[in-house]
C-alpha cells in the first residue's frame, strides 16, 4: 500500500491538452483529507486519507505581460502554470506520479519535455500514467519501448509507427507494466486512474474515492457497445 502521508503529482501539459483527459487528476485531489473533511466524511475515512497532497501543473509555458503562464486546454480554458519542466520540485525523484493528458496526436514533444518524461520514468517510485494520446508523448520519448501498453484505439498504427518496439493491446481499456500505466482514448483515464487507486490504496479509501466520482465500473477490457469500433 501506498503512503498516506504525502502524494505528489506532476501533470504534464503540452501544447493544447484535452480537458476531459486532464478531468482524471482529480481523483488523486479526492484522496486528500482536506477534500473528504469538505465532503463531511466519517472520521476514520478522513484519517485514511492524504495528509499532505500536491499537485503540480507542469509547463513549458511561460509568463507574458498580461500576467502569469497559463497553459491552454480544449474548449476555451486553461490552467495557471505552478512549475517549469526545470523547477526543482517537480525534478526526478521529487515526484511520485507523473501523469500526462493528451495533447493533439501530431503534436511532437521537445527535447526537453522528452527528457522531463525520461528521467520521472527511470526514477525509483515514480509511476508514469498517460491519459489519450498522452501515449504519444511518451512514444516521442521512447519510454514504451519493449513494454506492454495501449492508447487511443483509432490510432494505434501511428502509435505503433512512433514506438515499434512496443507491445500494443487495443482490447483494453488501459495496460499497467510496472509502473507504466497507458489508457485509450479521453474517459478510460478515469478507468485507469481508478485502478491504480484500487492498486496503490486499496480499501475503502480508493473504494469510497471512486464510489463518490462514480467511476471505475467499467471491465478493463472492451465490451461489445456503440463505442467499440473505432475510439
Known amino acids: 500500500m501506498a503512503s498516506t502521508k504525502s502524494l505528489h503529482v506532476a501533470v504534464l501539459l503540452v501544447s493544447k491538452v484535452q480537458l476531459l483527459d486532464l478531468a482524471s487528476v482529480d481523483l488523486f485531489h479526492m484522496l486528500s483529507q482536506e477534500y473528504l473533511r469538505s465532503s463531511d466524511m466519517p472520521t476514520a475515512l478522513i484519517s485514511s486519507g492524504i495528509e499532505h497532497l500536491k499537485i503540480s501543473y507542469v509547463s513549458a509555458c511561460t509568463a507574458s505581460s498580461s500576467g502569469p503562464a497559463q497553459a491552454p486546454l480544449t474548449a476555451s480554458i486553461s490552467v495557471p502554470v505552478t ?6 520540485n517537480v525534478q526526478p525523484g521529487r515526484v511520485d506520479v507523473l501523469l500526462i493528458p493528451g495533447p493533439e496526436p501530431s503534436y511532437v514533444p521537445t527535447n526537453e519535455e522528452k ?8 526514477a ?18 521512447g519510454i514504451l519501448d519493449g513494454r506492454n501498453c495501449t492508447g487511443v484505439r483509432a490510432l494505434l498504427p501511428q502509435l505503433r509507427k512512433i514506438a515499434p518496439h512496443a507491445t500494443f493491446d487495443g482490447s483494453r481499456r488501459w495496460v499497467k507494466d510496472g509502473d507504466l500505466w497507458t489508457s485509450g482514448g479521453i474517459t478510460n483515464g478515469l478507468d485507469m486512474v481508478s485502478a491504480f487507486l484500487r492498486e496503490r490504496w486499496p480499501g475503502i479509501l480508493s473504494d469510497t474515492v471512486c464510489a463518490m466520482a462514480e467511476v471505475g465500473d467499467r471491465p478493463e477490457i472492451y465490451a461489445l457497445g456503440n463505442n467499440t469500433e473505432s475510439m
Open 83 to 88: 512549475a517549469s519542466l526545470r523547477d526543482a
Open 115 to 122: 527528457n522531463f518524461v525520461r528521467g520521472h520514468f527511470a
Open 124 to 141: 525509483e517510485n515514480t509511476a508514469v500514467l498517460t491519459v489519450c494520446t498522452g501515449g504519444f508523448v511518451a512514444a516521442h520519448a
